[in-house]
């Protein structure tokens, strides 16, 4: 039995001697998609867990099953507020005890190295400090409310091409310092109740293996070193392994209930291959974290019910409220000419509001954040809401930037056999006879989880009616195996037999598509399509098929398009045009390639800017995009992914109701050849992280090149006179606290700042460090604290910026500890890693930190 590490465990420890191997290695290993398995003798309940880092998505896998939907967590770091993070954490753990969540599969620290990753949008920074005092706050606040957070991917997962597969070449320095330090903050900071490890895998020198079997970083680093007694939750469908990641310091294989653990574990441990010892820690971790969550009772009894038990209501204007509020104080005022921002309402006749954005706005990233909205509020409807009644509005899209049409429905689709509307679905078993089926009445036809084990094949039937005259697109999705006709003849077929894989690299919302064109005459079209699908077992993802049906009919080019939006700017008294990405952009399960806006967006920008000076641009996007017109748009604001309330946000910022007080939480480049790792995708199964330490606005920094907008930039509707900064007049830590284990203690500074401007206005102090460059490769600059303040119009404010000792910190790799180096150290202040404003020197010598100014 495993010695008792903290004080509560004796009792947890007790309950468990009682169990026999199998049982305990049965509660390993998940019992659903979602589920953890109960054991009645231990009083363990049946976990839940679920996703995730942009709301509360729930375990139904049902579109009808809504939730909140907040912005993405890059919109919320760009607030650089941690009050607020940590009420966004709150509300989503009341989301979780709604929908019967235990654990919430978020926050997600893993850093925004290059701008083309996938998941861009769902990590905070490219700063491993500012990531870390976000998710923190986000990790307290769902705490608080007794909802477990599960930090991930545990780590160096910042790249998503070939993710199951790759690994992260990076030396210890740099894992320790950039990519170890927002896991290593947190978990001092706020003590996550479980972890995520990564489904890529890390080479640091000392150990090359997949994330689920580093005993160097899961059992030496993460839970021996810095003491974290939770759980290890495998990412869904990682563990590739049975003995290698049991000994690692893997603790529960999701999702269930097959994986490699099972009897292959309990033989394992009969074998003498895995002491028992391990399993029980194992089970030990789960209980604790069952403990921690309100989901242990008393041994032998019913284990207590979910605390959905008291369901929280549905969520309301409370929690749209603070959802608004995230939204537009994460908006990133980035350029205000003349003060054009924000608009007077009086003195508006008519705005055109022109973009692809701007009539199909993307609320959020794709992949296993989503989450179905509750309710959504367009960029059109916020506006139209916000503006007097008399205020003219136009909505014009100024082309297409997709390269998928929207889902055929309604009148194009019909069941062959009865004529009603709709796609028919045949279900087949293995020997070709019928066992069931049904219609749907859209062309979005994706379903996992949703066939019976005897159901092999889903054969879709319909006939299109194509009635306007022109060239019709149809588009066809599809994966795996499938063999699709038009009109009895083959045009397309695939034959990839891949399983899970289907699910990890989003081909199942994101299938390739087939392009088809039909042109129709004078006379209306009727063609028949037939889609024959091949059911994909993905293991614990269970059993899906994906095919996507759409359809554009003839219509006006984005060249004609984009004109008349242009004419309707010229008219207008203002032109707000909405630019961004979209879902097939930003998403979970691949990288970008480039970071070009889609479609024909910059033209369109251009042609509205010519046709009225008067245009403020809004940039609907989570990861950078180049904006090659940036620095000739008179306004210019980053609203992210800004989830549900995005309208009433947008709003609320144009019209001066709230000021967009967010910060860039990492840097614009303003041409591609700039990027300092432009590539996220592995080279002979290798991300070499060869930047080291440099990252993101650190590598500007070395560069010294200029970005479009550097990290920390924002304005607002304020201006604001840096007057002084001071440290306290005696050095309040001496070297020995600059080395304490957990970077605790550091240094407080003091920041004097005076609102010039005509309104109150909110500020983000931003203190850089900038170490001694004394032959160790440091960053010119790295970010060591940051505060917000409030102050009125013509107010003077205090900001107290706490810089952690960590800061000062390398990684020493031969005494495998902290180290503070001495020498001199300047702290610079300012509003953004460009625009520095005060500085202060804090020589570090051998005994103490001393301030000089
Ligand atoms: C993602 C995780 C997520 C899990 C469960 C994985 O594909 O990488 O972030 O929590 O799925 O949906």
Known sequence: MIPAALPDDAELISRIRGLDLESKVRLLTGASLWRLPAEPRLGLAALTMSDGPQGVRGTLDDPADTGLLAPAPSAVAAAWDTGLAERLGEAFATEARRKGVDVVLAPAVNLQRTPVAGRHFEYFSEDPLLTAAVAAAVVRGLQRRGVGACLKHFVANDSETDRTRYRARLDERTLREVYLAPFEQVLAEAAPWSVMAAYSGVDDGAQSAPMTEHTRLLREVLKQEWGFAGPVVSDWSATGSTVASALAGLDLVMPGPHGPWGETLVAAVRAGEVPEQLVDDKVLRLLRLARDTGRLGTPGHNPPPSAASAVPAAPGPEEFGLLREVAARGTVLLRNQQDLLPLVPERLGSVALIGPNAVDPYLQGGGSAFVPAIRTVSFAEGLRAALPEQVHLSVH????????????????????????????????????????????????????????????????????????????????????????????????????????????????????????????????????????????????????????LRHAPPGPTSYEEIAEAAAAAAAADVAVVVVGTNEEVESEGWDRTGIDLPGHQNDLVRKVLAANPRTIVVVNAGAPVLLPWAHEVPALLWAWLPGQEAGHALADVLLGRAEPSGRLPWTLPSRPEDVPVPDARPHDGIVDYAEGVHVGHRAWDRAGLVPAFPFGHGLGWTHWSYESVALPPEPPVSAASLTSPAGGDGLKLTVELTNTGPRPGREVVQVYLEPPQDGVDRPVRLLAGFATVLAEAGARVSAEVHVPARSFQIWDTETQSWHTPPGRYRLHIGRSSRDLRLAVDAPVGPHRVGTRC
Request: proline fraction near 5%; charged fraction near 25%.
């Open 397 to 548: 899209r100024g082309g297409d930037s997709r390269l998928g049409a929207p889902f055929g429905s309604g009148d194009l689709l019909a069941d062959p056999d009865t004529g009603a509307p709709g796609v028919r679905a045949d279900f087949f078993d293995a020997d070709g006879t019928l066992i069931g089926g049904e219609v749907r009445r859209d062309g979005d036809w994706s379903a996992y989880g949703a066939f019976t084990l005897a159901t092999r094949r889903v054969v879709l039937r319909m006939v299109l009616t194509l009635t306007e005259p022109g060239t019709h697109r149809l588009q066809v999705g599809c994966v795996g195996r499938f063999r699709v006709t038009l009109d009895g003849e083959e045009i397309w077929s695939g034959d990839d037999d891949r399983g899970v894989e289907l699910v990890l690299d989003s081909s199942f919302h994101h299938p390739p598509l087939k392009d088809i064109e039909l042109y129709v005459g004078d006379e209306p079209r009727r063609v028949a399509l037939v889609v024959d699908l091949t059911v994909v077992e993905s293991g614990g993802y269970n059993r899906f098929v994906t095919a996507q």
